[in-house]
C-alpha cells in the first residue's frame, strides 16, 4: 500500500506561481510512475501532467503546457508539480497519484493510489 500526501497549495493572484509537493511512502515495491490530477466541483477529475518511473519522460495536458512543470526526486520520496503563469482557469483541488505499471498517462483511472488532494485557487 502507498501512501501519497500532497502539499503547496494556497491562494494566488493570477499569473503567479505555486509548487506542489506530493510526499510518498509505504512502497517496497520500487518505483511508481506519478501524475497530477485536478478536480472543480461538478466536472470530471482532469490529467494534467504524468511522469515515468525513471523520470526521463514526461506528459502534459494542452490546457497547463509551457506553463505547468513535473518533477520527481525519488532520494526525498517527492513528486513536485510547478505551476507558473497561473490562471483563475487553474482554480481546483489538485491530486497526486501513483501508477505501478508504468506511464507517464493521464487518465485518472489507471491510477491506483492516490493523496487527499490541496486546494488551489487563483484569484485577485
Known amino acids: 500500500q502507498l501512501q501519497l500526501v500532497e502539499s503547496g497549495g494556497g491562494l494566488v493572484q493570477p499569473g503567479g506561481s505555486l509548487r506542489l509537493s506530493c510526499v510518498y511512502s509505504g512502497s517496497s515495491r520500487g518505483n511508481y510512475a506519478f501524475g497530477w490530477f485536478r478536480q472543480v466541483p461538478g466536472k470530471e477529475r482532469e490529467g494534467i501532467a504524468g511522469i515515468s518511473t525513471t523520470g526521463a519522460t514526461t506528459a502534459y495536458a494542452d490546457s497547463v503546457k509551457g506553463r505547468f512543470t513535473i518533477s520527481r526526486d525519488d532520494a526525498k520520496n517527492t513528486v513536485y508539480l510547478q505551476m507558473n503563469n497561473l490562471k483563475p482557469e487553474d482554480t481546483a483541488v489538485y491530486y497526486c497519484?501513483?501508477?505501478?505499471?508504468?506511464?507517464?498517462?493521464?487518465?485518472?483511472?489507471?491510477?491506483?493510489?492516490w493523496g487527499q488532494g490541496t486546494q488551489v485557487t487563483v484569484s485577485s
Open positions: 497519484a501513483a501508477d505501478p505499471y508504468g506511464g507517464p498517462r493521464l487518465q485518472p483511472e489507471v491510477y491506483y493510489y
